[in-house]
Nanobody
Framework: QVQLEESGGGSAQAGGSLTLSCLVS???????VAWFRQAPGKEREGVSA???????GYSDSVKGRFTISRDLAKNTLYLQMNDLRPEDTAMYYC???????????????????WGQGTQVTVSS
């Protein structure tokens, strides 16, 4: 059974930075792992993901500002978020799945294992 635990959320000013972490158990190496976010009243949105093919993808809304990475030794996925904007305010979730089609990398239905989420709030 896959377990995921996010950390690192908090508050930031517009233009600031935050780094989110997601501890993946038992093993991150053979899974596609992703970050999603959901703002109040909005649908869950795929932000970024790392595919088992070693490729990564980003939504257009965060491309050039956010960077996804992973530390295999620590079984941890990261999301470095720079140049934060108020519209980045949301609950951020980590997700993992063993088999994900590349074209569906940022679709929430591609993932069956989810963390509890960590809140990110960006003020102007």
């Amino acid at each position: 059974q896959v377990q995921l635990e996010e950390s690192g959320g908090g508050s930031a000013q517009a233009g600031g930075s935050l780094t989110l972490s997601c501890l993946v158990s038992p093993n991150i190496d053979d899974m596609s792992v992703a970050w999603f976010r959901q703002a109040p009243g909005k649908e869950r949105e795929g932000v970024s993901a790392f595919h088992t093919s070693k490729r990564s993808g980003y939504s257009d809304s965060v491309k050039g500002r956010f960077t996804i990475s992973r530390d295999l030794a620590k079984n941890t996925l990261y999301l470095q978020m720079n140049d934060l904007r108020p519209e980045d305010t949301a609950m951020y979730y980590c997700a993992a799945e063993k088999w994900v089609t590349w074209s569906l990398l940022l679709e929430s239905d591609s993932y069956n294992s989810w963390g509890q989420g960590t809140q990110v709030t960006v003020s102007s």
